[in-house]
T-cell receptor, first 112, second 113 residues
Framework: DVKVTQSSRYLVKRTGEKVFLECVQDMDHENMFWYRQDPGLGLRLIYFSYDVKMKEKGDIPEGYSVSREKKERFSLILESASTNQTSMYLC???????????FGDGTRLSIL | GESVGLHLPTLSVQEGDNSIINCAYSNSASDYFIWYKQESGKGPQFIIDIRSNMDKRQGQRVTVLLNKTVKHLSLQIAATQPGDSAVYFCAEILSGGSYIPTFGRGTSLIVHP
């Protein structure tokens, strides 16, 4: 079974802090994704990566950046956290030419 | 952009009943559909999928129906159990285009013992 691991289940940070959310997958998948999930809005794509060092903007990239230095790891970075970034963040991976996406259990991030 | 929506945000059923969760999709070119289950505190988990060349697919206690004429997808859960309580959402994919799914907003299924 594919395992997608998000390093933190819960995280509390302060406005203006630089925040790192980490995600690791163990199945050598080429594609990795970061979503945020808010009540009533469903899953919204922030960024995705289809290969090491490659990244593409999703639907809501503003205020975020990503890093993919190794195939198994995809990091989401909040450069200067704001309260409107309080949310559940989900990481997913996907094998090339195959479906479905496999998700981690999420990081619930609170920005105070 | 294209959107995938659900008709009912919350569905309450009694244990043992059959449940039906609906999803409307708007991109008639989508050719692959997935249902996910998300339990409280967990990430979404794959339940069942269906390709557009099929109109029905069955799994263990779950059945997905696809009506391409009206762009409608449904998930049927037989003999619903308390462990089925979760948020269910559908996703549509255009295989020949972007491989990134478009997700629906989700329906919360509550199963009463």
């Amino acid at each position: 079974d594919v395992k997608v691991t998000q390093s933190s289940r819960y995280l509390v940070k302060r406005t203006g802090e630089k925040v790192f959310l980490e995600c690791v997958q163990d199945m050598d998948h080429e594609n990795m994704f970061w979503y945020r999930q808010d009540p009533g809005l469903g899953l919204r794509l922030i960024y995705f990566s289809y290969d090491v060092k490659m990244k593409e903007k999703g639907d809501i990239p503003e205020g975020y950046s990503v890093s993919r230095e190794k195939k198994e790891r995809f990091s989401l970075i909040l450069e200067s956290a704001s309260t409107n970034q309080t949310s559940m963040y989900l990481c997913a991976s996907l094998d090339r030419g195959s479906q479905p996406q496999h998700f981690g259990d999420g990081t619930r991030l609170s920005i105070l | 952009g294209e959107s995938v929506g659900l008709h009912l945000p919350t569905l309450s059923v009694q244990e043992g009943d059959n449940s039906i969760i609906n999803c409307a999709y708007s991109n008639s070119a989508s050719d692959y559909f997935i249902w996910y289950k998300q339990e409280s505190g967990k990430g979404p988990q794959f339940i069942i999928d269906i390709r557009s060349n099929m109109d029905k697919r069955q799994g263990q206690r779950v059945t997905v129906l696809l009506n391409k004429t009206v762009k409608h997808l449904s998930l049927q859960i037989a003999a619903t159990q308390p462990g089925d309580s979760a948020v269910y959402f559908c996703a549509e994919i255009l295989s020949g285009g972007s491989y990134i799914p478009t997700f629906g907003r989700g329906t919360s299924l509550i199963v009463h013992p």
